[in-house]
């Protein structure tokens, strides 16, 4: 299926339902969160000519960064949430809000003259820090991580950890080695699956250096006896996905809630939107409609992925 590149206008109308998700009307006017509220924004990959949900243009991200910041939220990573430490890192008179990254593709680290599948001049981790920087924020974000080669390059996964450990703030988490979709999926199923990924942080000599948090494959979860495989093997947490704005029925975007004691949602089934809502418009306010465009389904019908 091909999906058409995101024009000004759609670009506009994803800032609105951008904003809807971080707790704002779309009108950019700041609304009054309720207590408690953590917003978490999903981001996958940067390019220069968007074409999928999953996908942003450098300057599209950066003026959604900049927006963010100008309404009075900063950003917090899932060991902030999971840790109880939100309070502790957030700023005086500031909002929590999570950013987190999904599958590890190359853009989210590399400029195209570093890695060639990175296809922009500038990366996820430079536009993000750069913004953060120019508002007087800490860049605090999670990279969850698919795939034997994250990121991709020469220098591997430990020297872009090497490379992170500029920025404190950022910090990478596990997606499984391979994507499936773990619906329905039993304990011995889903343990395989998350060893399988431990295994290969082991071989690389990076596990101790990765948290035991996890992003869903699609945002879905296995069973229940599934999620108590990560319980066994001492997870901290994992993340949902909401896949983007789309049906009339929902007239608001799910959120965590937390509390200074620490993440009050359950801790295995953290809700986050993707922020391949730019694609829709939306509709009295914070419930947006679907785009006229084919390319108007979840990321995963439009071949995307959580």
Known sequence: MKCRSISRRSFLAGLAAACAACGLHSSGVCAAPREGALPILMFHKVCDHPRRPEEISPGQLARLFDL???QGFAPCNVRDMLLGRIDAV??????????TVDDAH??????????QQAATARSFVDIFADSAKRAGLAPRATFFLSGQRSFGGKRGLAGVLDQLASLPGLECGYHTRNHPKMTGWGYQQ???????????????NVFERIPRILAWPYGLPPA???????????FLGAMLAFPGVREAKYTSLP????S???LLSPRFHIPRVNIGAYIYAPQGGIAPRKSRSSSARTPSSAGGRP
Do not use: N
Request: hydrophobic share 40%; net charge negative.
């Open 90 to 99: 957030l700023p005086k008179g500031r909002k929590a809000l999570g950013i």
């Open 68 to 70: 963010i910041w100008q």
């Open 255 to 258: 959120v965590a809630r937390y």
């Open 190 to 204: 889903t343990r395989r699956a998350l060893e399988e990924q431990m295994g290969d942080f082991k071989a690389q």
């Open 106 to 115: 190359p853009s989210v680290i590399h400029a195209s003259t570093e890695h």
């Open 224 to 234: 229940d006896d599934g999620v108590r495989a990560l319980e066994d093997l001492d």
């Open 260 to 262: 200074p004691a620490g």
